[in-house]
């Protein structure tokens, strides 16, 4: 069984796309889960969350049940037009996105679909948008010890562009037709997407720290030939620091508050990528699977040649709600730009076994 998982894991290595290129954050965060979102990006030394291994690999080995999870998103650009014949000034720059998870204490799979439109244009009786729609599926692989893990993750993709029209009288129809039942009706290719890249995860009662690269392989434009890149493979490396205090008490009793502290310094080797993702979380426990959290956070990119560590109050400000009743859990949160001053809206609801 586990030489056909290792074998599979390398085609998928080998057969992905000559001609993919890597992920953007925003690409990328689309598919994060809007927990770690809330908490500014931060948790690559966070492995409490069935969606913690798309951070971290390595965090898949602490999650001991199978899992099957599924879940809805929806994100929004807050604002309203100016104009005051806008028939539809809430959806500015709306993104959806539609994922599965299945997984085991070794091996994953997800499979997510996304879109997202933007460049919105009000002609008369019709919003004009420019609809992406990406396609995402991972492969995951964990081994490790209870205070040592380590993980793989190969990851491919594509992406397709289409015009997306939603009509006055008709724009929530029309939306969910053209993002959903109609994502790939008349779409020209617009990209494949590939990485692959490795975690660590050292754990040890309340303190954690996380390595993770998604930079494993470099693209050659020239020659459309993937290859192993020790440079690039610093560029993409992520550090991460958590510090979560305990679920149970001594007795074994559940603690009804649980505090999560999460650090990551992120495209380590990228002057221009590299910036700095913090947040926290309070967490009430009703029961094991009855909780409420409120989360907060910040992240902000510290390209250039200056210090790592010098902030200049230009990043991304966030907060957020979760909760899990029984097998649904619910997130809301928001996120603001200190830099352009635009507020963006994320809720996603989940359910798992």
Do not use: C
């Not at 990851?155 to 929530?172: A, D, I, K, P």
């Amino acid at each position: 069984m586990r030489k056909s998982v290792l074998s599979l894991f390398l085609l998928l290595i080998f057969i992905s796309p000559l001609s993919a290129k890597q992920e953007s954050f925003e690409e990328i965060a689309r598919f994060i889960d809007l927990r770690t979102l809330a908490m500014g990006g931060a948790g690559v030394a966070l492995a409490d969350t069935p969606a913690s291994l798309y951070r971290n690999p390595a965090t898949l080995y602490h999650h001991e049940q199978p899992m099957f999870l599924v879940e809805g998103r929806f994100s929004e650009k807050v604002g309203s037009s100016a104009d005051v014949n806008d028939f539809a000034p809430f959806l500015q720059n709306p993104s959806t996105t539609l994922g599965m998870l299945l997984s085991n204490r070794y091996i994953a799979l997800s499979i997510a679909l996304s879109n997202v439109l933007e460049n919105r244009s009000l002609q008369g009786d019709a919003l004009y948008f420019e609809g992406y729609n990406d396609s995402r599926i991972q492969l995951t692989l964990s081994y490790g010890w209870p205070i040592f893990s380590f993980g793989l993750f190969v990851r491919g993709g594509n992406r397709s562009e289409r015009g997306v029209v939603l009509r006055e009288g008709h724009t929530l129809t029309d939306y969910f037709r053209e993002t959903i039942f109609e994502r790939y009706r008349g779409g020209s290719a617009d990209g494949q997407l590939f990485s692959a890249g490795f975690g660590l995860l050292l754990t040890y009662r309340w303190i954690s720290i996380g390595i993770m690269s998604d930079s494993l392989f470099s693209y050659d434009s020239s020659s459309n030939e993937l290859s192993l890149d020790l440079l690039n493979l610093y560029s993409g490396l992520t550090l991460g620091l958590a510090l979560s205090s305990p679920i149970y008490n001594r007795d074994n009793e559940l603690n009804r508050v649980v505090f999560n502290f999460a650090f990551d310094l992120t495209n380590l080797g990228d002057n221009e990528e590299r910036s700095i993702n913090m947040g926290l979380e309070g967490k009430v426990q009703f029961l094991s699977n009855v909780w409420l959290a409120l989360r907060g956070g910040y992240l902000e990119n510290m390209g250039g040649e200056g210090s790592p560590f010098a902030f200049d109050g230009q990043g991304v400000v966030t907060m957020g709600l979760g909760g899990q009743l029984w097998k649904v859990h619910l997130d809301v949160i928001a996120l603001y730009s200190l830099k352009t001053d635009v507020w963006r809206l994320q809720t996603a609801l989940k359910w798992s076994l």
